[in-house]
């Protein structure tokens, strides 16, 4: 619905919010169970179903490191109730969450070891991207058409497209690859 939306905060305890009127009041909506919240996403068709990433929180000279395992949590109520949805995960921890715009159920997660996505609402992953497999993308963008990508980790900013229609790989001379979209 219009004016809906959460926002987390990554501290001790992990902290998600919840506004149902574009921001004007926000309530707490977390049953304090997470040590760190992450990251947020919500599903582009239903608002209602919001994933988070969450995990330990992070080491100060007053707390220590925390002790909760990394988790990827899928809502489909608003936020009453979670479900773990981090199994294909690597150590079942995501950095960035976004959700497709344009395609219900697709989500995509940055992880230590690269971006992932699922099609299926979080209940499986794929490697989305051969090239960024093993580097760590701690920022995700996506356009507003779901074609356009940016993600970003320590190494560096990379810019993905989507293709639609048949795709071929064409040897370079030099040993290398490209991609042909018809």
Do not use: M
Not at 101 to 120: F, H, I, M, N, Q
Request: no cysteine; proline share 5%.
């Amino acid at each position: 619905a219009a004016g809906e939306g959460f926002f987390g905060l990554g501290e001790y305890p992990g902290a998600l919010f919840k506004t149902t009127d574009g921001g004007a009041s926000w309530q707490d909506t977390n049953p304090k169970s997470f040590e760190s919240v992450e990251a947020v996403a919500v599903d582009s068709s239903a608002s209602s179903t919001v994933y988070i990433a969450t995990g330990p929180y992070h080491a100060t000279r007053v707390r220590g490191p925390g002790k909760a395992l990394p988790d990827l949590l899928r809502s489909d109520d608003g936020a009453a109730s979670w479900s773990s949805v981090a199994a294909g995960l690597p150590g079942g921890k995501a950095l960035t969450l976004v959700a497709d715009p344009r395609v219900p159920g697709t989500v995509y997660a940055g992880t230590e070891s690269g971006l992932y996505w699922s099609r299926d609402h979080g209940n499986s992953w794929a490697l989305f991207s051969a090239l960024l497999a093993g580097t760590p993308i701690t920022s995700l963008w996506i356009s507003d058409d779901g074609l356009r990508f940016q993600a970003a980790g320590p190494s560096g900013v990379y810019r993905l497209e989507k293709t639609r229609g048949a795709v071929d790989v064409a040897a370079r001379r030099d040993g290398g690859s490209r991609v042909l979209a018809t």
